[in-house]
């Protein structure tokens, strides 16, 4: 706000100045056009210099200059030699600035006698429209400023209420924030909401396991119940199998973190439930990733999250997401995620990382959800990581670049206040 108040400061003391400059531009032309218009000035010129015509012009130009605060009026001969001026000394000298070939008023900024001026020199004529002198009326540069100084109050003024009221604005601002972070800084901030939606996502992931292992286990337990034990053996094994086969499908090496495959397992089991097929292409070789655990989770859960609605939203069949890890470009991972939904339009695409801007539809078991805030994240940590992301169609995909080494500045890879308070299942063998 202080800033904007110099800017503004600037710019008014800059109008007030042009302002001037005009005014002084129009006083002068118009004085000059007067005098050199009126019967006595032409009489003066025609009579001999120290005739009463001539006294009586110097008087006349003398009040006039003091009544309308002009700095000098000059009335001179058609070749420039000086009738009139404010320093006596001056009168029957030639007339300093320029005389112009036409005989049309002419306005310029000259360096008089009496120094830096802007000055109008308009011809006289005689009865049968010949130039026989010329009147030249200035306002001196120094003169101009002094007008200019007697608004610089009003424009401090003006300034200083625009900065108070942006410092009320400020501090007001400061209180609300304060409300509701306390005293974390930005960055605390930052991370919390990263922790809060990655905890989020995997506390979800979590519980359709949960929900789905606790659905067969109760199956099987009345099937033993009504003494059907080998429909509940056959169910336990298939239960078994299922298992398998999801902790086959998210088969990764060693450098993706425990709590990562666990969140694609989650997805994969909640996107089973709506009907969405999930295939997960982990690369054996992949490049240890540059981003702390809640911030890979929050990426790929989101991400997942996205394309799993879209998938369960969508007319075309089957339905299905593709989850693609893999060493990119030298000195890059990449991460995509592409679904079989229908896509977005143009307006949604402009704005589906903007804070509040949701692409999905909501769902039913989803619609007490804040919206709008998955893809902001994700494209906050991507860019914080030095990453890009990019948006693909047919079929939608989301691919994310990231570099290998963490630019300076950005957020740190090391476990966050929430990120310790999750008991690590990182394996420990091998170096790190």
């Known amino acids: 706000m202080l800033a904007v108040s110099v800017i503004v400061t600037a710019l008014l003391l800059w109008d007030s100045r042009r302002a001037e400059y005009r005014h002084s531009e129009r006083t002068t032309r118009a004085l000059a056009i007067a005098l050199a218009s009126a019967p006595h000035t032409a009489r003066a010129l025609t009579e001999p210099p120290g005739s009463a015509a001539a006294m009586d012009a110097q008087e006349r130009v003398s009040r006039l200059r003091r009544d309308i605060g002009v700095s000098y009026i000059t009335v001179m001969d058609a070749f420039g030699t000086r009738l009139t001026h404010p320093d006596p000394t001056q009168i029957g000298r030639h007339y300093r600035g320029t005389i112009p070939d036409e005989a049309e008023p002419f306005t310029e900024r000259w360096t008089g006698t ?24 200035g306002i001196t540069v120094s003169s101009i400023a002094q007008e200019i100084s007697r608004e610089i109050p009003l424009v401090l003024a003006v300034s ?185 339009g143009a307006e949604a695409r402009r704005s589906m990382f903007d804070w509040g801007v949701s692409t999905k539809r909501v769902a039913p078991h989803r619609a007490g959800e804040g919206r709008g805030v998955g893809l902001a994240l994700v494209d906050r940590i991507v860019r914080e990581g030095g990453g890009s992301i990019a948006v693909g169609e047919a079929p939608t995909t989301f691919s994310v670049r990231l570099p290998l080494r963490r630019p300076r500045g950005g957020v740190p890879t090391e476990p966050s206040a929430v990120e310790r308070a999750v008991p690590s299942t990182r394996s420990t063998s091998g170096a790190r």
């Open 160 to 344: 200083g209420a625009f900065a108070a009221v942006g410092a009320v604005a400020a501090l007001a601002g400061r209180r609300i924030t304060r409300r509701i972070t306390g005293d974390l800084s930005a960055e605390a901030v930052r991370e919390a909401l990263v922790s809060h939606d990655s905890l989020r996502t995997l506390s979800e992931s979590l519980r359709a396991q949960t929900h789905e292992h606790a659905n067969r286990l109760h199956a099987a337990i009345a099937l033993l119940e009504l003494g059907r034990p080998d429909e509940a053996i056959e169910m336990l094994a298939a239960t078994a199998s299922r298992s398998q086969a999801l902790a086959d499908l998210v088969d990764a090496p060693e450098e993706l973190d425990p709590v990562v495959r666990a969140v694609i397992v989650g997805k994969t089991a909640q996107a089973s439930e709506r009907g969405v097929s999930v295939a997960v292409d982990i690369a054996p070789a992949l490049p240890q990733l540059p981003l702390g655990t809640m911030e890979l989770v929050s990426v790929v859960g989101n991400l997942m999250d996205n394309a799993i609605d879209a998938a369960a939203a969508s007319s075309v069949t089957p339905r299905a997401v593709d989850l693609r890890m893999a060493g990119g470009a030298p000195g890059e991972v990449l991460i995509e995620v592409s679904d079989s939904g229908d896509g977005f």
């Open 114 to 137: 009496l120094g830096p001026s802007i000055r109008t020199i308009a011809p006289v004529a005689d009865a049968s429209g010949r130039t026989i002198g010329w009147v030249s009326v």
